[in-house]
C-alpha cells in the first residue's frame, strides 16, 4: 500500500536551514505529482510546494516561502524534497508529504523555527 | 480558488445527525476531498469526488453537493467522531483547504 515517510525535522534558530525528506513506497512515485503541506500549531493546513511527477518537473511555491523553500524530488530513489533556506519563526509547523492524487499523506515531521 | 467551512466548531449529542458544509469560490465541479483530523495525527481520507467515501469508511459518514456549495453529514454522531473535519478541492493545483469544522461531544 501507499505508504509516505518524512524526515528532518528539527529545532532551528531564525535564519537557519533546514532539508526534509520523504520516502515513498507502494506506487510508481514518478506518475504523481507530490506536494508539501503544512499545519502550524492550532492552525489550519497550508499548501507549501507542490511538484509534478516526471518530464517537464513543473513545481510551484506559496508565495510566503518564495524565494527560501525549495521542492524537489528523485524518482530513482523515490524521494521528495524540502529544502528550507532564512527560517522564520512563523514556517514552525508540522510539514506533510502528501501524494496530490488519492490523498495519501505521511505522518508529518515537526520543524521549529526558534531562538 | 478559496474554501470556507462553516461552522468553524459544534457540539453535539451522541446519536445526533451532524451536518457541516463547505463553499468553494469557484465552481470546482465535484473535485472536492473531505478529510477528518485527531490530535497529533495527519489527516485521513474520509470521502473523494465530493460523495464517493473511502474504502473501509463507517456509512455514517457522507458527502453530496457539486459546484460550489457542498455538505457533509454524520448520520449518527459517535464518540470517536471527534475531530477536525477540513474540506480540500483538487479541481486544479494548489489544493487549498478549508478552515476546518471543528466537532466535538456535548
Known amino acids: 500500500q501507499v505508504h509516505l515517510v518524512e524526515s528532518g525535522g528539527a529545532l532551528v534558530k531564525p535564519g537557519g536551514s533546514l532539508r526534509l525528506s520523504c520516502t515513498a513506497s507502494?506506487?510508481?512515485?514518478?506518475?504523481?505529482?507530490m506536494a508539501w503541506i503544512r499545519q502550524a500549531p492550532g492552525k489550519g493546513l497550508e499548501w507549501v510546494a507542490y511538484?509534478?511527477?516526471?518530464?517537464?518537473?513543473?513545481?510551484k511555491h506559496t508565495e510566503s516561502v518564495k524565494g527560501r523553500f525549495t521542492i524537489s524530488r528523485d524518482n530513482a530513489k523515490n524521494s521528495l524534497f524540502l529544502q528550507m533556506n532564512s527560517l522564520r519563526v512563523e514556517d514552525t509547523a508540522v510539514y506533510y508529504c502528501?501524494?496530490?492524487?488519492?490523498?495519501?499523506w505521511g505522518q508529518g515531521a515537526l520543524v521549529t523555527v526558534s531562538s | 480558488i478559496e474554501m470556507t467551512q462553516s461552522p468553524s466548531s459544534l457540539s453535539a449529542s451522541v446519536g445526533d445527525r451532524v451536518t457541516f458544509t463547505c463553499q468553494a469560490s469557484?465552481?470546482?465541479?465535484?473535485?472536492l476531498n473531505w478529510y477528518v483530523q485527531k490530535p497529533g495525527k495527519a489527516p485521513k481520507l474520509l470521502i473523494y469526488?465530493?460523495?464517493i467515501p473511502e474504502t473501509g469508511v463507517p456509512s455514517r459518514f457522507s458527502g453530496s453537493g457539486s459546484g460550489t456549495h457542498f455538505t457533509f453529514t454524520i448520520t449518527s454522531l459517535q464518540p470517536e467522531d471527534i475531530g477536525t473535519y477540513y474540506c480540500?478541492?483538487?479541481?486544479?493545483?494548489?489544493?487549498?483547504f478549508g478552515g476546518g469544522t471543528k466537532v466535538e461531544i456535548e
Open positions: 502528501v501524494r496530490v492524487s488519492g490523498g495519501f
Open positions: 507502494g506506487f510508481n512515485f514518478s506518475e504523481y505529482y
Open positions: 469557484q465552481d470546482i465541479t465535484n473535485y
Open positions: 480540500q478541492h483538487y479541481d486544479h493545483l494548489p489544493p487549498t
Open positions: 511538484m509534478s511527477g516526471s518530464d517537464d518537473y513543473y513545481f
Open positions: 469526488d465530493a460523495s
